[in-house]
């Protein structure tokens, strides 16, 4: 497979083709997986370019919702992500599906910074 060339007029090369590992790290993209907790979806998918998020998949929960914070937070910042969706609550729950996306860019965010504090 030939990596997509990365600006943006390629970003809708991005969004609608599977790209594998090897062409996501020429073009600067990590994935990440996290597992949620008390909340109806399962985990989160997505990736990080710099410090932008890309290519949310939320794996069950409420289909429309879901679909729509994915396209929302599509192209943002790390840090507007979390400022607007950390501590939502869904019903009674002490949580949300937008309130544990933002916990997992946390945890990107923490991850990142202990690995550039070791260096």
């Known amino acids: 497979m030939q990596c ?5 007029i390629d970003f809708f090369i991005l969004e609608n ?4 590992d090897a062409c996501k790290e020429k073009i600067n ?5 996290f ?17 932008i998020v890309r290519n949310v998949k939320f ?3 409420c289909p429309g919702n879901l679909q729509a914070i994915s396209c ?4 943002l910042p790390i840090d507007k992500i979390i400022e607007k969706l950390s501590g939502i609550k869904c019903g009674n729950k002490g949580t949300s599906c937008p309130d544990q996306f933002a916990k997992a860019l946390k945890s990107v965010l923490v991850e990142s910074r202990s690995v550039m504090n070791s260096k």
């Open 4 to 8: 997509p060339p990365r600006n943006v």
């Open 35 to 51: 597992n949620t907790e008390e909340v109806c979806s399962k985990s989160i998918k997505f990736d990080i370019d710099g410090d």
């Open 29 to 33: 993209l990590k994935s990440f997986t």
């Open 59 to 61: 794996i069950g929960g």
């Open 17 to 20: 083709y599977n790209i594998d």
């Open 72 to 75: 929302l937070v599509e192209e």
